[in-house]
Each structure stands twice: as C-alpha cells, then as structure tokens.
C-alpha cells in the first residue's frame, strides 16, 4: 500500500465508523512549497510553488435518507477524537460560523460556493490528511481546495481549478480570519505533475516551469511551529498595502525599483523595507523559474540566499534559529544549489533547490544545526512535484 492508499483507506475507514455506510466517491488535493516569491501573491506579483506528494483526501457520500432538511455533515480525522471532529450544519440560510477551525473551512468553502451562486448538494463528508499543519506546506489550503472540489464534483457544477481556488481562499479570509492570497490555494489547485507553477497573482494565468531532473525539492523542517502567524500575517499585508496606498498605487506589483529608491527617507522606514522585499522578489522570481527549468544550480544557489537575506532582514519574518540552520544548509551546499525560508515564516520550513547528489550535504548540515540545538530537531524530506486537486474515482 503505497501512501495515498492509506490515506484513502483511512478516510474510507473514518467515513464508516461516522456514518454506517460506504462512501461512494473520492477526491485529493495537494499540500505545496513555494519555491520564490513569498510574500508576493497579495501583493498581486508573480510566484513560483511547487505542489508536493502529501495531500487532504475527501470521501464522500449522499445523506442519511431519513435526513429532515438539507444538510452537510463532516468528520475530519486528523482534528482529535471522533467526537470533537465531527459537524453538521444546515444547507438552507446563512451557514453560521463553526467551533473550530476545521469546521470553518468546511463551512466557509459551502458558503463561499453559495456565494458564487451555485447549490451545495446536501452530502456527508470524511477528511483524512497527511500534509504536516503548521508547517507552512499549506495544510489548509490543500484542506480547503479538497473539499470544494468534493461539493463541485457532487453537486454537478464542475467548477474550474481557479474557481476553486478562489472558493478556498474566500473561506480562509472570510471563516477562518487568515488575510492570505491566492498562492497556496492555486498550487494545490492547478499544479501539474513533475513541474513547479508560475503564478500570475492578478490575472490568475498559470505557466508549469518542469523541474529540471538533475533537481530535487528538499523541505527542510525547522520543527519550530509557527506562532502568532495569522497576526503577523495580516499586519505583513496591511504594511504592503499602507506601502502601495504611499505610492497611489493598486498594489505593490505596479512599483518599479526606481521609484522605490526615490522614497527612500520619505517612505516609513517600516514600509520602505517592506515594500523593498517586494519589489526584489518579484524580480527573483524568472531567474529563478529559468535556473529550475535548466538546471542551473549556480544561479539558484545565489538568487535563494538573497531572497532569504529579504525576507530575513528586510520582511522580518525569520527567526535566528531559522537563519542559522539557512547559513548551515547553504555552506554546505555551496554552487549544488540554494536554500531559503518558504511559506508565510515565523516557524515551519526552509526549501532547499539542489542538485539531487547534494542531498547527503542538506543532511550534514541539519546533522550540525541539530547538535549544538535545543528544542526540536529538524528534519529533511525531498517531496515529488504532483499534479494539483483531482477526483480519485468512484470506489
Ligand atoms: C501563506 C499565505 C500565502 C502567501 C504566503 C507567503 O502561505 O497563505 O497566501 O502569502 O504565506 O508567501
């Protein structure tokens, strides 16, 4: 049984156990890393994920047949005990906010579908994941997309990746309280096999960049959990769009370099930083998208430390513990590739680009961070680019 069969059999198991029954239908969607580009998308610029073999399952199945009123009922396996980890909320009306997180998902991706004039289908649900959370791999926005893709396959309207992107990323914003872009939800969405997904964050137009197959994407764990992101987070993204109003502008992507340089000391300091990251990760991101399709190593190596230099100093969204397990990785790997902070930061994952007999290289590097550090290890795993959300097929 190789991974995503357990995972099927897992959701199969936990929709029995709930509901009595057999479940009819399963869908996936991925988890992701980003590979440039952070911080980018709600500024409207460009991006670069990759989506990764770790995915939300959904198993799906009509309603009780005795069922009174339209409802949707859920069980997610992977939120505690069977008990705690179960809703059910009516279809008909304005769907109220759940006691959790997950529940807000689940309920904010059926009002968001509402909201674009489609009718859920009453169905019962089961979600079962192996997508690390808190991690910065984007567990809920493959959660997210996974379910959508359940209700739009269900319910007959066969809404499009983008479609279903933006329903996930309406729920993240409007239930869940997380001001995020578009990114995670779009990699998990319409990622394609093998390649990383250039990412147009104002059109939503997707280009797949093939990973070069001297490459390998490792994702190196800090095992430091992220905290206080979803604050830090939407402050992030009110500083970038105080920084664009300065400016007159819709958002950051419209900022040239020049201008920028020319409001430097009129600016907020704050906000000048900010804004510098921005600026400059836009302009990382086709190197980049070059050096992953030709294999060059080099260029990756240079272009990721500067973007993590960005994002440390000028972002402010690192952590010392994080820029020295960085500077570890990148000694180590020298010209076989670079290494950067990926995801919103605060915690969870460095991604390194390499070539892939620079692996044993990541790995002395962690071997030293781990020895002289207190706390949790950290750890690496090289994931393989799989294609975005899709129907597994009737069981
Ligand atoms: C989180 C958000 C994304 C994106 C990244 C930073 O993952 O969900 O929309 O803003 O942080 O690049």
Partial sequence: MDRRDRLIARARQGYRLAYGVEPTRFFAAPGRVNLIGEHVDYNDGYVLPCAIDRETIVALGPPAKDAAVPRFEAVALDMGDMASARDAFDLAGKIPPGENNWQNHVRGVVQAIGRYGHRVKPARIAIAGDVPIGAGLSSSAAFGVAVGLAISEYSGLGLAPEMLAKIAQIAENDFVGCACGIMDQMASAASVEGHALLLDCRTLQTLPIPIHPSLAVTVIDTG???????????????????????????????????????????????????????????????????????????????????????LSEDFEVSLPAIDRLAALVREGLGEAGGVRLTGAGFGGCLVAVARRDARPAIDAAIARYNAAGSGLPASAETFKPISGAAPIGAS
């Fill in 224 to 310: 430091i959990r992220r905290s206080l992101t979803e604050s830090a987070f939407n402050q992030r993204r009110a500083e970038c769009e105080a920084a664009a109003q300065h400016f007159g502008l819709k958002a950051l992507r419209d900022l040239d370099a020049g201008a920028l340089a020319a409001a430097e000391g009129r600016l907020d300091p704050v906000l000048f930083r900010r804004a510098r990251h921005v600026v400059g990760e836009m302009e990382r991101v086709e190197p980049i998208a070059t050096a992953l399709a030709t294999g060059d190593a080099a260029t990756l190596a240079a272009v990721l430390h500067e973007a993590h230099v960005s």
